[in-house]
């Protein structure tokens, strides 16, 4: 697999080239199969197109402003600067050549490869209305994060000022669109910033009379969690004020709010979490994908006609155990795992290990003191299920510091029902049609959100 480098001419002996393995992004599948590579023969090179590994599970935090991006972002760099066989490219993949062993990114560079892990990710699906994305936005990036925020606080800030009582309960109406983690654990940090971070912050509005309703197509939320688990997610939202209307489709989203087959629902902020697609790498690849754009790999994660490209994570439809691996952390950290022992299987000549998903369980949170979740098999719900959940993000965060200021975030705002990241860093002016303004270049300085190590 190697190629040779002839020596000079009457000097030494040929010498091997190492292999080298590509691998296409940094979140947790692609961290993992570069660490399980750092003792192997190899020269490792990660392509991301931002320099951070982002926590996802915490971004919903960021959103709701509980936390700062830097408590759960880390430079990529800084995560592999001690592996010697490493390295780290800031670049976008956007075509894969297998016959020639090679990827190019955006700038028209070109590297080659001899095995190839491909770990995109995925990205918002809005299931071929776009459009909606305007007026929606979904949680997968910092940005996203970003920018709901400041929609969020923007919205009550506005609603402070208002005159006209109905468009203040327009600003203070919130629909988060699907009832997975993301959207259940969204709608209850909503609805406690409302009930207890702003409740006295304000003079002309009452923010606890703000509606979060969580809109759900499906006859319950969290639905890969057993039924029981569900309807105790559904009571303990509902405890927290939020509105949940289940068997609902959204049929439009615009400025001025949802409509679903219920009615049309004025609200200023809409948040999606109702589905995602995978990154559309698969697709260039001209092979076999499913509806979500995931590439059908093998029992080894190898693309099929293409041994010597693996694919992990939410990029990939695997299947163990006669069951495809679902799209969360556990998944990704697996698959990338498992990448790195094909690769060495490949190298020493010995036949590819299966892919053998173990899962390990899920939690989700839902507000204060309160969660469900699954763990070897034992169901959790209230304050128990909250803690575990706590401890298990707290474990995988990387890096101490990250650990550190997650920790003292969730101890003040445990205590004191504060969120400490209430910033609107991106000016204060509501989204309209009309021209606005280029922002200044304190605008700009405000809106730069440093990522520490």
Known sequence: MAEIAEGPEGGDAPRARRSRVVIVGGGFGGLSAAKALARAPVDVVLVDR???????????????????????????????????NASVMLGEVV????????????????ITYDHLVLAAGSTHSYFGHDEWERHAPGLKTVEDALEIRRRVLIAFELAEVSDDPVERDRLLTFVVIGGGPTGVETAGAIAEIAMKTMSQDFRSIDPT??????????????????????????????GLGVEVRLDTMVSDIDEAGATTDGGFIPAATVVW???????????????????????????????????SILVIGDLANAVSRGEVVPGVAQGAIQGGRHAAAVIEAD??????????????GELA??????????????????????????????VFLIGFRSRMLVMIGWGWSYLTFQRGARLITTGWRPRTDEPQEAP??????????????
């Open 50 to 84: 931002r320099n951070h590994h982002l926590f996802q599970p915490l971004l919903y935090q960021v959103a709701t402003a509980g936390l700062n991006p830097g408590d759960i972002a880390t430079p990529i760099r800084a995560i592999l600067r001690d592996q010697e």
């Open 95 to 110: 075509t894969i050549d297998p016959a020639g062993k090679e990827i190019r990114l955006a700038d028209g560079a070109a």
């Open 209 to 238: 009379t703000a509606r979060v309703l969580l809109i759900e197509g499906a006859d319950r939320i969290l639905t890969t969690y057993p039924a029981t688990l569900s309807a105790k997610a559904l009571r303990q939202l509902e």
């Open 273 to 307: 979490a109702a589905g995602v697609t995978a990154s559309p790498l698969g697709s260039s690849l001209d092979v076999e994908v499913d509806r979500a754009g995931r590439v059908v790999v093998d029992e080894a994660l190898a693309v099929p006609g293409h041994p």
């Open 347 to 360: 190298l020493a000549g010995r036949s590819r290990p299966g892919f053998r998903y173990r899962d390990k």
């Open 365 to 394: 949170t839902i507000g204060r003191s309160s969660g469900v979740g699954v763990i070897s098999g034992l169901r959790l719900s209230g304050w128990i299920a909250w803690t575990a959940w706590g401890l298990v993000h707290v």
């Open 440 to 453: 200044s270049a304190d605008d700009e300085a405000q809106a730069a959100v440093p990522l520490g190590e």
